[in-house]
């Protein structure tokens, strides 16, 4: 492996503060997108999910500083989420942050993630499911999630779920704050080149573990903030802003 030296574009940033742009529910056409549903972005992320069903996509809201509202359909396992790429490799592209201030104005049914996820569909469905205290892995994932299927479903967890693992029972990665209808959090995690990770929530410290999360150059993650139904009850969240931070892979 050799290093090629660069210019001074060693910074991969991706931000949104959503004061504007919008796809509306029930895949009409709007803003950054094409007839028929098959394009939708929202600045710097994609918008992906269960788009062609009701309830579900991204609408702006009059709230101050700017948020949309991500829907989740009806429907368990069906939502919407904003997406990076599966571009990002610990290993060559750590210290990797993402960091979302989000809020539901009902903590009910429900799941919400923030965080890394190996694999990101078009049709994106969470990176985890969760029943009483068994967080179980749908694809490797590393983050956030707020779950209603939990024994403490208003807390905050931070799965850690990779390629060798199966499930953590989340009393293992429960943080120490609960969510707050229509308050919001500001969720942080970084995971860095040798693939040890923080969590952090609202400034605090909630959880670190040590190298080994992710650290191989062939692992590679997307981000995503995303919203997905429980129940017959739609799911939503409501984002603030979405911040995607990484080193450059200067790697020839």
Not at 101 to 104: A, D, F
């Given at each position: 492996m050799s290093i090629s030296g660069q210019s001074g574009v060693g910074r991969v940033r991706l931000f949104n503060d959503f004061?504007?742009?919008e796809v509306p529910v029930a895949n009409a056409v709007a803003y950054g997108t094409t007839a028929g549903g098959c394009n939708y972005y929202l600045g710097d992320?994609?918008?992906k999910g269960d788009l062609v069903e009701t309830d579900t996509g991204a609408v702006?809201?009059?709230?101050?500083?700017?948020?949309?509202?991500?829907g989740g359909n009806n429907e368990d396992g069906?939502?919407?989420a904003l997406c990076t790429e599966v571009c990002f490799s610990p290993a060559l592209n750590g210290s990797i942050v993402v960091e979302a201030?989000?809020?539901?104005a009902a903590i009910t049914a429900g799941v919400v993630f923030v965080g890394l996820a190996g694999t990101i569909a078009d049709d994106v469905a969470e990176p985890c499911t969760s029943t009483g205290t068994t967080i179980t892995k749908v694809v490797p994932c590393v983050g956030?999630?707020?779950d209603s299927q939990l024994?403490?479903?208003t807390y905050w967890h931070m799965p850690y779920l990779l390629a060798s693992d199966t499930s953590q029972t989340s009393t293992d990665v429960d943080?120490?704050?609960v969510a707050v209808a229509a308050e919001s959090d500001i969720l942080r995690l970084v995971v860095n080149s040798d693939g040890s990770a923080e969590w952090w929530i609202n400034g605090k410290l909630e959880q670190t573990k040590g190298a080994g999360l992710a650290a191989t150059t062939t692992t590679l993650m997307g981000a995503l903030v995303g919203c997905w139904g429980t129940t017959t009850t739609a799911a939503s969240v409501d984002v603030d802003y979405f911040l995607v931070e990484a080193n450059r892979d200067w790697t020839r």
């Open positions: 004061c504007g742009p992320f994609s918008l702006a809201l009059s709230k101050a500083s700017g948020y949309i509202r991500l069906k939502g919407a201030r989000l809020e539901r956030f999630v707020l024994t403490a479903g943080a120490s704050q």
